[in-house]
């Protein structure tokens, strides 16, 4: 049995930005796919400072300078910056600009499947792969929705009610307004989610849905592809022209739009990215949020003795995922209200000015900002 300082599962945004910033460790990391980044599932659609922040600017396919929320009534609110605010980024690149960076001391496996994990006393003793058996002293979770160490540790957090099902076609050749990224509402449209449009050139996007569809299997793919046909098939929607030939490529998986996990730790594991639910419960922007994760827990491992790291990396979960505690709300919210509240709610959101609005895309609202939408609402009425 093969041992590590550290074993890392899962190799995605989370995972890899870990194993670019961890030091002076004996890391393994482990993933099942068989090319890293493939398939994607993401419509990989971020802000600047991602790019910046994570030197990600060779994976960008398109930036925009705004982005237009759009209900199923006709109603259109458009917010235009000065600079670039939203890229869409080539998901696969992306994966393999992270994987080069891995630090030397980083060892990669896969295709590799975690099947079995031994526990002693509530911490991970070793895990099993399809292959091979490994030990540690730490475990980190970057498994994202599979959560393949957490089940073990806290399984009543694995709530499948609570997960959006994502689905999006790549399409070529089309006509779209290539300045915004367009976000749809409405139960007409698309019941208990939303739909986008985000183009990845003048003349390609990624038009996808977001929505909660409880369980799994063939049903929910089946549903799915309605609620994207139907969307595609109404008048609502910015990008034109375009039939099945115009599809290149399928994107779909699930996002976590849970609550986020309160610990960021279970005795000798951590849990990062999607797996502990760091993604944005309004939109399921996660990449942002996985990759800081992952960098934020190698340093804290790199400047502190493990206890402190705890304290280190558990004071970042709580400051960073205040805002996605909001998540229960809003899916209450938009799984009871009748349309017209629906439409009523995201037309007195996005009254905000641009600073504002922008700052509520990128999940930086307090319980203040909630507040004033509160007393504003009963005047936005539609
Ligand atoms: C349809 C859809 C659209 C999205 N659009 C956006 C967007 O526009 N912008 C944005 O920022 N975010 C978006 N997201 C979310 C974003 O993709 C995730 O937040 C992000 O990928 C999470 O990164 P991660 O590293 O935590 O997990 P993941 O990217 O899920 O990576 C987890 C890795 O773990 C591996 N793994 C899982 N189980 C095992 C196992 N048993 N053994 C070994 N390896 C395993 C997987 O193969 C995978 O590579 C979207 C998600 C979906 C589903």
């Known amino acids: 049995m093969e041992k590590y300082d550290i074993i890392v599962v899962g190799a995605g945004p989370a995972g890899l930005s870990f194993a670019e910033h961890i030091e002076d460790k004996s890391v393994l990391v482990i993933d099942r796919k068989k090319e890293l980044g493939v398939p994607i599932k993401s419509s990989a659609a971020t802000f600047a400072d991602t790019l910046i922040d994570f030197e990600l600017k060779d994976a960008v396919c398109h930036s925009s300078r705004g982005f237009r929320v759009i209900l199923d009534n006709g109603y259109i609110k458009e917010f235009l910056y000065e600079k ?46 399809n292959e091979n058996n490994f030990k540690a002293d730490l475990f980190i979770d970057a498994s994202g929705e599979s959560r393949v160490l957490l089940k073990h540790l806290n399984s009543s957090y694995y709530r499948k009610q609570w997960l959006i099902h994502g689905l999006e076609y790549e399409v070529s050749k089309i006509d779209l307004n290539s300045t915004y990224f367009d976000f749809f509402f409405g139960n007409n449209l698309i019941p208990e989610g939303y739909c986008w449009v985000f183009p990845t050139g003048n003349t390609s996007a990624r038009i996808g849905l977001g929505k909660l569809i409880p369980g799994r299997g063939g049903l929910r793919k089946i549903k799915l592809k309605d609620a994207l046909q139907k969307f595609i098939s109404s008048n609502v929607i910015t990008a034109e022209n375009f039939d099945n030939n115009n599809i290149l490529e399928y994107h779909g998986g699930i996002m976590t739009y849970n609550k986020p ?11 990062i990215g999607d797996a502990a639910s760091q993604s944005s419960c309004l939109l399921g922007e996660g990449i942002r949020h996985s990759l800081r994760s992952g960098r934020e827990l190698a340093i804290a491992l790199n400047s502190f003795d493990l206890d402190f790291a705890k304290i280190y990396f558990q004071r970042y979960i709580d400051n960073n995922t205040k805002f996605f505690e909001y998540f229960p709300l809003f899916l209450q919210y938009f799984k009871i209200a009748p349309n017209w509240a629906i439409l009523t709610l995201v037309k007195a959101l996005s009254d905000y000015d641009n600073t504002n609005m922008l700052r509520l ?16 609402f009963p005047r936005n009425m539609i």
């Open 84 to 129: 670039p605010v939203l890229y869409t980024l080539d998901f696969t690149k992306m994966i393999r600009i992270l994987k080069k960076r891995m630090q030397k001391n980083c060892d990669i496996l896969h295709p590799a499947s975690v099947e079995r994990i031994s526990m002693d006393n509530g911490s991970i003793k070793s895990i099993e792969t």
């Open 361 to 376: 895309l990128r999940s930086e609202f307090k319980s203040s900002d909630f507040m004033k939408l509160l007393y504003t």
């Open 261 to 271: 996990l309160k610990n960021a730790y279970f005795k000798n594991c951590f849990v």
